[in-house]
């Protein structure tokens, strides 16, 4: 059974001012989504799943049929803050999405198969999702053994700003023993820094985090349709609160009740949080045509 790609495109972009999703980075004008998904196509996908927001589709389903949806199968799921377990309803003054395990539950009626979880303004190069592709062809739906593309922190700052990353401790197995979401991660003067409970403490460059590039199969949405239900009881009066899927999965690993196995990849992240980002990831996109890893024009 090839697995499925399931891509969150439902952000809002706040930081970097407007729908990222569909910014043209490439020589030919490609978007980030349109490398991502030509690596899956590669590496044994077999369809692609959109987590959007129903007031982008117009614009989102023009980009993704140019090119995209000719080259595999594709399907949409929608983020809705309304998309609430029963007995729950939206708070007046939550105007946000409910977070990434929430646009996770949302693909939960399309996606039956193993699958893959990716932000859509990220590029993540194509050795994570082979190796992925690879851990999860012919796994059976029903285990809860998942998998992370790890990435070395040092490889995903921006020059332009703190990121927000999943800070992950791999024990000698492989296996994931911790992962506790940090905000405010950035190079200063040549030393890494995360924000820790108001201290700014050091990180090794060599530090495993997640960029939001899992794998999972399709026994993880029960337990985030169970999980959603205990956040909604202590946050929903929260507008800021986050369902974010990296506190889950840490959840799960804490639990006894899934195992994540680390994937290790060196390749340099490269996305866009700020607008600064964008001629820096045009470079580097441009630098992996030159170097002959994609063909110019992409979809040629």
Known sequence: MKPT????AAGMGSRYGGLKQIDPVGPAGEIMLDYSVY?????????????????????????????????LPV?????????????????????????????????????????????????????????LADALTNTDVATTDFFLAGYRVVDTLSEYGSVSRGVCEIGEDGLLKQIVERTHIENREGTIVAAV????????????????CWGFTPALFPYLGRTFVQFLEENAENPKAEFAISTIVGQMVAEGAATVRSIPTSARWLGMTYPMDKPLVRAGIAKLVSSGAYPNPLWA
């Open 197 to 212: 409970d108001g201290q700014f403490l050091p990180l090794a460059a060599g530090t495993t985090v997640s960029m939001n």
């Open 39 to 71: 690596d899956a196509l590669q590496a044994g996908f077999g369809r692609i799943v959109f987590v959007i927001r129903r007031d982008i589709e117009a614009p989102f389903r023009e980009v993704v049929e140019r090119n995209i949806a000719k080259a």
């Open 5 to 8: 790609l399931l891509i969150m």
């Open 75 to 131: 399907a949409y799921a929608f983020q809705e803050r309304t998309d609430l377990p029963e007995g729950f309803s939206v708070p007046e003054n939550r105007a946000k999405p409910w977070g990434t395990a929430h646009a996770v539950w949302a693909a939960r009626h399309v996606v039956k198969e193993p699958f893959v979880v990716i932000n859509a303004d990220d590029f993540y190069g194509r050795a994570a999702f082979q190796g």
